[in-house]
Nanobody, 122 residues
């Protein structure tokens, strides 16, 4: 099993990045795919989720008062034909600086990628 993230880097505030996560070794379409991030000095946190079919998505902060809310700025999507999940990140803020991790989950089975660094700085 492999989850390989790519697309991270350094971007100015207000800029955009698209992260990709290429999956192999399991039946991709049967797994909920998630993007997590770990900001400096913080615990790893869920950013966005997408169902196996792609028909349902959820974003952190959608129902809570959360400074780091990504709703309206980030979009998660997947291409089951390519075994790839994406995270389009727009209007990036310095507080979005983190290592972003791809995660696959089905019941109690969980897989993690190695992470990709995103730095938002002027």
């Amino acid at each position: 099993v492999q989850l390989v993230e790519s697309g991270g880097g350094l971007v100015h505030p207000g800029g955009s990045l698209r992260l990709s996560c290429a999956a192999s070794g399991f039946t991709f379409s049967r797994y909920v795919m998630n993007w997590y991030r770990q900001r400096p000095g913080k615990e790893r946190e869920l950013v966005a989720s997408i169902s196996g079919s792609g028909g349902s998505t959820d974003y952190v902060g959608s129902s809570t008062d959360y400074v780091g809310s990504v709703k309206g700025r980030f979009t998660i999507s997947r291409d089951n034909a390519k075994n790839t999940v994406y995270l389009q990140m727009n209007s990036l803020k310095p507080e979005d600086t983190a290592v972003y991790y791809c995660n696959a989950r089905r019941s109690t089975v969980v897989y993690w990628g190695q992470g990709t660094q995103v730095t938002v700085s002027s």
